[in-house]
């Protein structure tokens, strides 16, 4: 599966999906529009290792509801994300049974060395 789960309204996820470009063959999904489904979430942990690999701990809500001052178990993280899309680190890409996760200069140069190659 080809598959970009982003969000719209974000300048970074539009920034880093015109560096990607052609994106062709991949789905688009708009996490605040369609929201991530347990299976859906299920297959990205199950690439990326665990639910806190794909938690934002840069989210607004997660400072608003000092998350960070509690001790989290993976059941918290993967309940959070499917509780609201911020709680998801952007862009989740999966190509080719990899996943990039996040926004850093290095996973996205992985993600592009991948899609493009």
Request: hydrophobic share 30%.
């Amino acid at each position: 599966m080809k598959k970009i789960y982003h969000l719209s309204t974000c300048d970074t996820c539009k920034r880093i999906l015109n560096a990607l470009k052609p994106l062709d063959d991949f789905q688009l999904q708009d996490i605040k529009t369609e929201s991530i489904t347990p299976q859906q979430l299920e297959e990205m942990k199950n690439l990326s290792g665990s639910y806190e690999t794909l938690f934002s701990k840069r989210a607004r809500l997660y400072k608003e509801r000092g998350l960070g001052s509690q001790t989290l178990s993976e059941d918290d993280y993967k309940d959070l994300i499917l509780e609201h899309y911020t709680f998801l680190k952007r862009p989740v890409i999966l190509s080719n049974s990899k996943i990039f996760v996040g926004n850093s200069k290095k996973t996205i140069a992985l993600a592009k060395e991948n899609i493009h190659s």
